[in-house]
């Protein structure tokens, strides 16, 4: 079997330096190793589970099923292999209608009743409840899949409609309250309570003032401070989790520091509406891509300068808001944008990013109805394994059609370089040096890359789409199609072996990982 699987890389090896019908350029991608310029938490990759009911419905299409917290199939074992490969995966479980969310904890007096459909209502659902023993059954799930818990709280309740149409007056916060001494008088580990959805700035559905906002961050700190007391795995404090507003999210970081809040996080759906017919276009525009450097680096601005200890997190992102786009957001193609979020994001300082979402919708990393993963799955668990937390400085010299990325290896010495082509008729071979900053010419570059290698093999991993469809659904690594058999047991992700000092072919609309085990890294050792 090992032997077959080496022939079988060779043979891959061989067609991506034959290259096909592609044209082949040169390039340079120089990585600065001196000294991490970013860090992230070891649990980086995150992911979102959601509570929209199967009759959740956009552009007339439901695409939820049986994907809610509330009705959730816990025994599927692809479902637990999925998770438990991470060892550990951070979920955020929280979305729209976590605000029209209470807990059946008694505290309440009516029944616990399930979400039904309203259109005249916000989000167009009634009010919801999460019964006691459903939190019980996810809490088990959770501990056996060995994931790290965040939970968004309902930060509505209490409120009152104000003329401009936001919601005025403090949080009342009596039934998060017993969901969390509840939580913790059952020893449920969670590793963070997030107050409210989308009620940043100008909000979504509705939205709620700064300054009172911050009140409420300070209040939920204290009731975790007491109901924890004495605890040693206190969990983080989490906001506002919204769209990014530079004043909104100011005032509320300025008002909450040194250290009220633990955690600022912030929303992104930068592609448009799922219904968008150019989604693909936008994902292969590098332009289009680097429109949300903005936002992260006016986030880290904001919190370097404002004296807090709190990091920023990117809570939920779909990319395409209303549940994302059939054969865009689950396929091939989205890895593309998805493996350029995760990198640009580490460059600022993110210290997680969680993926809206784990299963449910349009855009989940694993398909709602077989649960086997979708093709951004592979691409999550691989950087997981490949990238460690410190962030290194990484350009590229050539096409703007290649991003690349660089961290230091996880758990492993020297770096992992992450190289993602968005043409799809240009080969990049793709030379590597040290202190990319100096460089002139590929020919340099070459030649310093030999020496740097000389003797060695690094490891690469190399991402295509079956049959070369952007919009499959089946991803291939190193030309093998990655697919959960038969027991629910997520496939293996093996690399193949290459000559360091050739350079790295990246084949056109492929994703590279590649890891060089003795690249000249300061920062690594």
């Not at 032997?3 to 390039?27: P, T």
């Not at 209470?102 to 989000?123: H, L, R, W």
């Not at 789409?465 to 047991?489: F, I, P, T, W, Y």
Request: net charge neutral.
């Amino acid at each position: 079997m090992e032997m077959r699987r080496f022939l079988g890389g060779l043979c891959f090896l061989a067609l991506l330096r034959l290259g096909g019908a592609a044209e082949a350029v040169v390039g340079v991608a120089g990585v600065d190793g001196r000294r991490a310029i970013a860090a992230t938490d070891e649990d980086f990759v995150c992911a979102t589970m959601d509570w929209w009911p199967p009759d959740k419905c956009d552009y007339g299409t439901c695409s939820w099923g049986l994907a809610s917290l509330l009705n959730l199939d816990l025994s599927n074992k692809i479902l637990l292999n999925a998770i438990r490969a991470f060892s550990p995966l951070k979920l955020r479980l929280g979305g729209s209608l976590q605000d029209k969310l209470v807990y059946g904890t008694g505290d309440g007096g009516g029944p616990c009743a399930p979400f039904v459909k309203n259109t005249s209502e916000m989000f167009g659902f009634t009010q919801g409840c999460l019964p006691l023993h459903r939190w019980d059954e996810l809490n088990a799930f959770f501990q056996k899949s060995g994931a790290r818990i965040v939970f968004g709280l309902n930060a509505l309740n209490g409120r009152v409609p104000l003329p401009d149409g936001s919601m005025g007056g403090p949080w009342d916060y009596t039934n998060a309250a017993s969901l969390i001494r509840y939580t913790a008088s059952k020893g449920y580990k969670i590793h963070g309570w997030e107050l409210g959805n989308e009620l940043s700035g100008s909000g979504v559905g509705t939205k709620v003032g700064a300054d009172q906002y911050a009140a409420d961050v300070i209040a939920l700190k204290s009731l975790v401070d007491t109901i924890y007391q004495g605890n040693p795995s206190k969990p983080l404090v989490l906001a506002p989790g919204g769209f990014f507003d530079a004043g909104w999210f100011t005032e509320v970081i300025v008002k909450t520091r040194p250290n009220l809040l633990n955690v600022v996080t912030h929303h992104i759906y930068n592609l448009g509406p799922g219904v968008d017919t150019h989604l693909i276009e936008k994902i292969l525009n590098p332009s289009y891509l680097d429109g949300m450097v903005s936002t992260f680096s006016n986030l880290q601005g904001i919190l370097k300068s404002a004296g807090t200890s709190a990091v920023a997190w990117v809570g939920e992102s779909g990319g395409a808001y209303n549940s994302g786009r059939h054969l865009v957001t689950d396929s091939f193609v989205f890895s593309f944008w998805f493996l350029d979020q995760l990198g640009m994001s580490a460059k600022y300082d993110t210290k997680s990013y969680c993926r809206q979402s784990l299963i449910g919708g349009n855009y989940g990393l694993l398909n709602k109805e077989t649960f086997q993963p979708n093709p951004d799955y592979y691409s999550a668990l691989l950087w997981h394994r490949l990238m460690g937390t410190k962030v290194l400085s990484a350009t590229f010299n050539g096409t703007n059609m290649i991003r690349t990325y660089a961290h230091c290896a996880k758990d492993s010495p020297g770096i992992t370089l992450l190289l993602i082509n968005l043409s799809g008729n240009t080969t990049s071979q793709v030379s590597v040096t040290s202190e990319g900053a100096h460089a002139n010419t590929v020919k340099k570059h070459s030649r310093k890359t030999r020496h740097l290698a000389a003797g060695s093999m690094r490891e690469e991993y190399h991402l295509t789409a079956k049959d070369g469809s952007l919009q499959s659904q089946v991803m291939l690594l190193n030309g093998r199609a990655l697919v959960a058999d038969e027991n629910g047991e997520i496939p293996r992700l093996e690399p193949v072996k290459v000559d360091a000092a050739q350079p790295i072919a990246v084949a056109p609309y492929s994703i590279v990982f590649a890891h060089i085990h003795n690249f000249p890294a300061p920062a690594c050792s």
